[in-house]
């Protein structure tokens, strides 16, 4: 079974600019959650979708949203990028929705590394 | 808000046991996690603990929970070089899952 995939790996963008990361599930898997991870912050939670409904959403600023497609594929989108964007983005997806304190283990993917100039 | 605290470096000698110590900070988290994340990969689950046991062991892996001072540590019996990453450990509240920053152990032949 194949894993978690994140497109593209590496981004290079500059300040103002916005991206767009993707993210495929594992097969089967209909929940997908983001995470920033930064040196000085650690890994923070960004959001999370399921059945392409954004469930929960971490304390991030409205640059950063979101979007899950039928397929459960998303993707995530940062406009006006600041220096302080710059992080590993990393994706994880679940078979169901990770919400109410229930065990759902999460698989992730390797992530996007995204370098704002 | 308060966070998920681990000390951020670790060094062991191969053969020997590492302790990695977590306090987390939702005395309500149902389940409390570890996570390896090797260079250049995501996370990769390790163990979990339910937060009604005290102990759970898997293979080389000792986890503690100490619900009255949320405090948890994973022990990795038997370190090997190929141990060498960093661990996370992770607190399932409602609305997040919240992490600790990080232990980078290394491992020394």
């Known amino acids: 079974k194949a894993g978690v995939t994140q497109t593209p790996r590496y981004l290079i963008k500059t300040r103002g600019q916005q991206v767009t990361l993707s993210c495929s599930p594992i097969s089967g898997h209909r929940s997908v959650s983001w995470y920033q991870q930064t040196p000085g912050q650690g890994l923070q939670f960004l959001f999370e979708?399921?059945?392409?409904?954004?469930?929960n959403k971490g304390n991030f600023p409205g640059r950063f949203s979101g979007r899950q497609f039928s397929n459960s594929r998303s993707e995530m989108n940062v406009s006006t990028l600041e220096l302080g964007d710059s992080a590993l983005y990393l994706c994880a997806s679940s078979l169901a929705s990770r919400t109410g304190g229930r065990f759902n283990e999460q698989f992730f993917g390797p992530g996007t590394r995204l370098t704002v100039l | 808000g308060e966070d998920v605290e681990q000390s951020l470096f670790l060094s062991v000698r191969e053969g020997d046991s590492s302790v990695i110590n977590c306090t987390y900070t939702d005395s309500s988290s149902t389940y409390l996690y570890w996570y390896k994340q090797e260079p250049g990969a995501g996370l990769q689950l390790l163990t979990y603990?339910?937060?009604?046991?005290d102990m759970k062991q898997d293979q080389r892996l000792t986890v503690l929970l100490n619900k009255k001072d949320k405090h948890l540590s994973l022990r990795i019996a038997d370190t090997q070089t190929g141990d060498s990453a960093i661990y996370f450990c992770a607190e399932d509240g409602y609305n997040d899952m919240r992490f600790g920053a990080g232990t980078r152990l290394t491992v020394k032949p």
């Open positions: 979708y399921f059945s392409e409904t954004q469930r």
């Open positions: 603990i339910f937060s009604n046991m």
